[in-house]
């Protein structure tokens, strides 16, 4: 009809629960060649590795709709990086579910750089090389054809941990809809994690604070009784 678009298009399905809306905009997306990209499979899959910690792998790759993925988390104080989700189809040397690590700052890897800089990182397998001839930071095991990663923020705008989506077949590079989407998926994320861990740390507050009083409390029933 001649009319120019001049913003990108995103489409988004919405419906009940289990009323077949994933599966309908998958098989439109295949068949205009359109990205897709299941946001309610990313939220369920990081707020449920997030609260159950022991995940099975398996069970976690049929809750997302991701070839290459991970969740990692991270604790700014000892530098300790847990990676309670990671799947990777081609890098053999991905890590395994449970798997942690040091943040060795003299040597930041793609994840490292978001983790320390607290700003999301888009880049292709060219800025990779650039920047790992520059010394700012490297790739850990085979090099993607495109790599994004986000920062997790808690409430205090604190760094918490990161998602990171890459591929490595140029032609399925994520196009610019597909990295604004990953990033808005990014901070509900970030969002539903924060409320996950904030209360499991005060349920830990709390129970180690109940036991402290109630062994000063024994201490002074012990006293009056000697």
Not at 83 to 105: C, N, T, W
Not at 135 to 140: A, D, I, Q
């Amino acid at each position: 009809n001649g009319v120019r678009m001049t913003k990108p298009l995103l489409i988004a399905f919405d419906g009940p629960a289990a009323s077949g809306k994933g599966t309908l905009a998958s098989v439109i997306a295949a068949d205009y060649g359109l990205p897709f990209l299941d946001t309610g499979l990313l939220y369920r899959a990081a707020g449920h590795l997030a609260h159950v910690r022991n995940i099975d792998p398996a069970i976690a790759a049929s809750l997302i709709d991701a070839e290459n993925f991970y969740l990692a988390l991270y604790d700014p104080h000892s530098g300790k990086i847990d990676y309670p989700y990671y799947v990777d189809i081609i890098d053999v040397d991905a890590v395994e579910s449970q798997h942690y690590e040091y943040l060795d700052p003299s040597r930041l890897s793609l994840t490292g750089q978001v983790l320390t800089s607290g700003q999301p990182l888009l880049i292709d397998a060219a800025g990779i090389c650039a920047a790992q001839a520059e010394g700012r930071f490297y790739c850990v095991g085979d090099r993607p054809e495109f790599w994004m990663g986000a920062p997790l923020k808690n409430a205090a705008d604190e760094v918490f941990g990161m998602l990171a989506m890459q591929v490595y077949d140029v032609a399925r590079t994520y196009s610019a809809e597909d990295r604004a989407l990953f990033l808005v998926v990014a901070r509900h994320v970030a969002m539903a994690l924060d409320r996950i861990l904030h209360r499991e740390g005060m349920e830990e507050t709390v129970m180690r604070r109940t036991l402290e009083l109630s062994a000063v409390n024994d201490a002074l029933r012990q006293e009056v009784a000697d």
